[in-house]
């Protein structure tokens, strides 16, 4: 079942994002942050799997023009005014939740809660070495184009997190794939 993200879900989703992401993915403050990124005019953006009471996915999706760009960000290639794009902040799945379709029902969700509130268009930065590159592969299957590559953009070195890659460690070199789909 999905349905949208509440604060009574925090505890697993944070939990999830360590079991996919690793550790010091996301904490508590910086998770209530986002879900108040994601609500406008009483529409929440973020959306969760869920299965048997327990969260196998969630999808967190900033506001167009309640998030901030970043030097990864590249708006003058997006073809769409800044103040009507989104963020797909993150698409979570635990690993026996992968290839059902469901990260591409969360975004579809996602998608349907940010047009009615008024974006045209979202921007994301993907995994490039996701399992099976199913990040890019799931984006680009929903509409997603390539943008930007962006090789060391969650380094840590980069955004002073003490965030612990699940393939790199402390010292994270993946690519993050900038990609953007209109509506």
């Given amino acids: ?4 993200l ?4 925090f505890a697993q989703v944070i939990s999830l994002g360590e079991q996919v ?3 010091n993915y996301l904490d508590l403050d910086t998770l209530k942050h986002y879900y108040q990124l994601g609500i406008k005019d009483g529409i929440n953006a973020h959306f969760v799997a869920e299965q048997a009471g327990e969260i196998i996915g969630f999808r967190l999706t900033f506001t167009a023009n309640q998030w901030t760009l970043d030097e990864w960000c590249s708006p003058a290639l ?4 800044i103040d009507k794009v989104c963020y797909f902040k993150s698409n ?3 690993e026996k939740a992968r290839g059902q379709g469901i990260g591409g029902d969360l975004l579809a969700q996602s998608i349907a809660a940010v047009k ?3 974006a045209k268009a979202g921007v994301s930065h993907l995994w490039k070495q996701s399992p099976h590159n199913a990040a890019v592969r799931y984006f680009t299957k929903a509409g997603g184009r390539l ?13 002073g997190s003490d965030y ?9 070199h993946c690519t993050a794939c900038e990609m953007l789909i209109n509506f």
Avoid: F
């Fill in 1 to 4: 079942m999905i349905r949208n």
């Fill in 6 to 9: 509440t604060p009574s879900d």
């Fill in 21 to 23: 992401h690793g550790a």
């Fill in 78 to 81: 997006w073809g769409v005014e």
């Fill in 92 to 94: 979570t799945l635990a």
């Fill in 116 to 118: 009615a509130q008024g």
């Fill in 147 to 159: 943008i930007k590559e962006h090789p060391g953009r969650w380094n840590q070195a980069n955004d």
């Fill in 164 to 172: 612990l890659c699940v393939l790199c460690g402390n010292d994270c």
